[in-house]
């Protein structure tokens, strides 16, 4: 009995992807833990103080209230968005998955249960994750380059020789490329599709154009000038929620110094750290990226890791409990979870076919083309 090729070669990457991840969660973890004394770990739980991570919970859960509110914004700017329950049950149940599961797999969860339950086009949900995503990436920037303005201006950081320019160019770089793709999809979307073949991508052009396909329709808000200012600003407004709890757990463990400048500089290092692949739950990414961000201040490496630690259990754990109970209230299963991602890519594979279809049709003059309006 002979083994099939292919069957091997997606065994050997997957145990290769498994310990990929291991190595940069073990080794971040040990970096976040360097030079801890265990006794100023346990003292720091000790005499934490519960109102202050309580506060700090309230808020970051309210935070996904307004991420729902958000979605309705990029989704309805050419059709329906579904209820804001749909979209906050969804986006509870996708970030307990991105808790449990790896690669991230929580986003095409949440994108599949709205398009379930509400019908909103799965390529279109998918899209507009994407767009959320860029949108956080870009705030996360903002706030990270606004407060190393603020904090490097502090004797008591050792920030003040950062490439502070460099930085902005790099932002205004990614704001420039996202408004050109928003405003010019159909022939970035053609480049993708003539780039392929010459590349040697032939084989996964179907794939890669129904991708960008996905991502470009979720660009659509960025036509819309008022759309595109609420989106930023409730985008504004979930950095702004996340950076309070991060401020105010910190205060929780007697970290004073930093204040709520400090708290979102933190926040946005964090946010840079788990882009790195690793285990489920962001777990030593998210650690290292504490570490890192607190280090510029004189906190005891124990207090830091404590705060580390005790934050990420409260975020995650809260989340992990909310979407279960959401998804059991549903009667959704593992099974349901588990095959989110196969069922994502052919509905939206379908959905690229289908445009392409429609587009094709249209400049031969055979088909109109309705562009629609939100007002």
Known sequence: ?????????????????????TAITILMLAWAGRGVS????VQSWQQARPEWLLGGLIIFLASYFVRAKRWGTLLGATRDPGSFG???????????????????IGELVRALLLHRRSKVPLGAS?????????LDALVAFILLLGSLLVIAQSEETKLANLPLGSITVVLVGCCSIFLIAAWY??????????ICPKIGLSRWKSQIVSTVNGILAGLDVFKYPRRSLSAIIET??????????FWFCAIAFGIISPGYIGSLFVQSVVALAIVVPSSPGYLGPFEAGVRFGLEVYPIAPGVIVAYAITLHLLMNASLTVIGLAIATRQGLSWQD?????SSAAKSAANKSQTEKDQTEKSEAGKLPVTNIDPK
Do not use: D, H
């Open 86 to 104: 749909s979209r906050l049950s969804a986006i509870f149940v996708g970030f307990a998955c991105n808790c449990v599961f790896p690669g991230r």
């Open 185 to 194: 999809p159909k022939m970035i979307a053609r480049a993708v599709e003539n």
């Open 126 to 134: 998918v899209g507009s994750i994407f767009t959320a995503r860029l």
């Open 1 to 21: 009995m002979t083994n099939n090729p292919l069957q091997l070669s997606t065994k050997i990457r997957r145990w290769l992807y498994i310990a990929v991840i």
């Open 337 to 341: 979870l588990l095959a989110v991602k």
């Open 236 to 245: 504004f407004c979930i950095w702004g929620m996340m950076g309070v709890t």
């Open 38 to 41: 265990w006794e100023l770990l």
